[in-house]
């Protein structure tokens, strides 16, 4: 059975569920999120003779985090991934991220590939370092409306988000679920609107998530709110500027790549995304395409997910 517990990392309290002992895999969470999100994955992975710990990130689930948005930096992040590393007692880990947790995930494998023995990602492709700022491209691309130049100014969109966190949790599981009609590739918000007029919605849940679950996730962000984990958000352009030393550079520790056919974030990349990882990633060893699957995949679809992961492991 799962055991929660909380592990002093880099001055920070974090909150981790494992289960299983061997080999230590790590599971990172994205946004809004948790490291319950992995719950489907957790015992199966533990059963093929793996210590699999599910993280709740700096600033998310039950792990507090700093008032200092410049404390968030994906510097930060990867560290916490391998202070955990550490603190476990282990000196390599496996780590597997969704969507925020992919691009920690991505990150650490590129900044500390000694410590990292392979990397899966879920939605998220591996990074490739703009010319320009990502807060530049994005509103040169989509305005100022973009989601993401959105979240840039503090305060205001956690008091969106927090005016009725049931209803902002409901939005952003329904948005990106294949149950969903696609009436929009990128959320940009309207002048005098906010980012959940922006979102596609649906009446009750998708049929992958329970209404138990989603009351887990509500609490969590009742509780917390949602400033730090937007804090990651804000720190998009100081993670370009310090991440000029490894423009081009390649990942190089083995890798895998989960998508699905309905989740807009890969198809962003335009055709032909497949194709071109090994451009980035010097030793992937597959890709899993989820036909007609969304966003959420390690929900919607967990037994494809939990056997694509389960191979992976096999090989490494």
């Given at each position: 059975?799962?055991?929660?517990?909380?592990?002093?990392?880099?001055?920070?309290?974090?909150?981790?569920?494992?289960?299983?002992?061997?080999?230590?895999?790590?599971?990172?969470?994205?946004?809004?999120?948790?490291?319950?999100?992995?719950?489907?994955?957790?015992?199966?992975?533990?059963?093929?003779?793996?210590?699999?710990?599910?993280?709740?990130?700096?600033?998310?689930?039950?792990?507090?985090?700093?008032?200092?948005?410049?404390?968030?930096?994906i510097f930060h992040l990867a560290g916490d991934v391998v202070?955990?590393?550490?603190?476990?007692?282990?000196?390599?880990?496996?780590?597997?991220?969704?969507?925020?947790?992919?691009?920690?995930?991505?990150?650490?494998?590129?900044?500390?590939?000694?410590?990292?023995?392979?990397?899966?990602?879920?939605?998220?492709?591996?990074?490739?370092?703009?010319?320009?700022?990502?807060?530049?491209?994005?509103?040169?691309?989509?305005?100022?409306?973009?989601?993401?130049?959105?979240?840039?100014?503090?305060?205001?969109?956690?008091?969106?988000?927090?005016?009725?966190?049931?209803?902002?949790?409901?939005?952003?599981?329904?948005?990106?679920?294949?149950?969903?009609?696609?009436?929009?590739?990128?959320?940009?918000?309207?002048?005098?609107?906010?980012?959940?007029?922006?979102?596609?919605?649906?009446?009750?849940?998708?049929?992958?998530?329970?209404?138990?679950?989603?009351?887990?996730?509500?609490?969590?962000?009742?509780?917390?709110?949602?400033?730090?984990?937007?804090?990651?958000?804000?720190?998009?352009?100081?993670?370009?500027?310090?991440?000029?030393?490894?423009?081009?550079?390649?990942?190089?520790?083995?890798?895998?790549?989960?998508?699905?056919?309905?989740?807009?974030?890969?198809?962003?990349?335009?055709?032909?995304?497949?194709?071109?990882?090994?451009?980035?990633?010097?030793?992937?060893?597959?890709?899993?395409?989820?036909?007609?699957?969304?966003?959420?995949?390690?929900?919607?679809?967990?037994?494809?997910?939990?056997?694509?992961?389960?191979?992976?492991?096999?090989?490494?």
């Amino acid at each position: 059975m799962p055991k929660n517990r909380f592990v002093e990392v880099n001055g920070l309290s974090l909150h981790i569920t494992e289960q299983g002992s061997g080999p230590l895999v790590i599971l990172l969470h994205g946004f809004p999120d948790s490291g319950y999100t992995w719950r489907h994955q957790l015992g199966p992975i533990a059963d093929a003779g793996y210590h699999v710990v599910a993280p709740d990130q700096r600033g998310a689930g039950k792990s507090r985090g700093p008032e200092a948005v410049d404390q968030y930096s994906i510097f930060h992040l990867a560290g916490d991934v391998v202070g955990l590393i550490h603190a476990l007692g282990e000196e390599e880990a496996v780590i597997v991220g969704h969507d925020w947790g992919a691009v920690v995930a991505w990150h650490t494998a590129l900044l500390r590939p000694d410590v990292i023995r392979g990397v899966a990602a879920l939605s998220v492709l591996p990074p490739r370092r703009t010319s320009e700022p990502p807060m530049t491209v994005s509103e040169k691309k989509f305005g100022p409306g973009f989601y993401q130049n959105y979240f840039q100014k503090p305060g205001v969109a956690e008091a969106e988000f927090e005016r009725d966190v049931e209803k902002t949790m409901r939005v952003f599981f329904a948005d990106r679920s294949p149950e969903v009609p696609l009436e929009s590739l990128v959320p940009v918000v309207a002048p005098g609107e906010g980012l959940l007029d922006a979102l596609n919605a649906m009446p009750g849940l998708p049929s992958w998530l329970s209404e138990e679950d989603l009351a887990v996730m509500v609490a969590t962000f009742e509780e917390t709110g949602f400033t730090s984990f937007l804090n990651w958000y804000r720190n998009l352009d100081r993670n370009w500027e310090q991440l000029a030393a490894w423009h081009d550079a390649k990942i190089t520790p083995p890798s895998f790549f989960v998508t699905a056919t309905r989740d807009l974030i890969p198809a962003a990349a335009g055709p032909g995304f497949i194709e071109r990882l090994p451009e980035v990633l010097s030793d992937l060893r597959g890709v899993l395409n989820l036909e007609g699957g969304g966003h959420w995949m390690q929900l919607e679809r967990p037994a494809e997910v939990r056997d694509a992961l389960l191979g992976f492991l096999a090989e490494l």
